[in-house]
């Protein structure tokens, strides 16, 4: 996509979504196709930090996770450059950073089952993400807890159960195209 085709303001794509709705592996095939930088907002939590997600939630907690990931958002709202980033599964929680996120760029929700979840996400990742050591009732409550919350945020929903990422990819290129 050329700049031309966005107008003169730098295009910004934020994907939301839950825990393992493949908001990075779509993320990096995105910003390849769009020629653009990616980024993982966890990841640079990580980097910035110098502390693995887990950690931090075990040595400073939930909250300061989230301080520090409201901070770092911050930054990615305030560059004048074209990107995608993927949001962590809880950035939405936040209603300043949902109101901030939709104002500043196109959001697109990743929006897994929560059967697809189960079955084929989580166990792949219950032992890289903290919120996933909760009983599985409350894994459960903080999936319907975010759902309306990744709705009132997105500017594009896509379904991803059973997709291939390259075919996510194209569906957002061409939403994109349409704006």
Sequence with gaps: MKDTERGSRP????L????GSGKTTVGKLLAEELKCPFFDLDEEIERRTGLSITNIFAIKGEDFFRSVEKSLLEEFLAKDENFVLSCGGGVIEDSD?????????IVIWL?????????KRLPII?????????PL???MNLYKRRLSFYQEV?????????KDPNELVKEIVCFLNLR
């Design 11 to 14: 295009f910004k794509v934020f």
């Design 16 to 19: 939301v979504g839950f825990m």
């Design 97 to 105: 950073n949902r109101k901030k996120l939709f104002q500043s760029g």
């Design 111 to 119: 929006n897994i089952s929560w059967k697809e979840f189960l079955k």
């Design 126 to 134: 219950k032992s890289t993400r903290p919120l996933l050591k909760l």
């Design 137 to 139: 009732k409350d894994i």
């Design 154 to 162: 997105s500017h594009l929903t896509l379904k991803v159960n059973g």
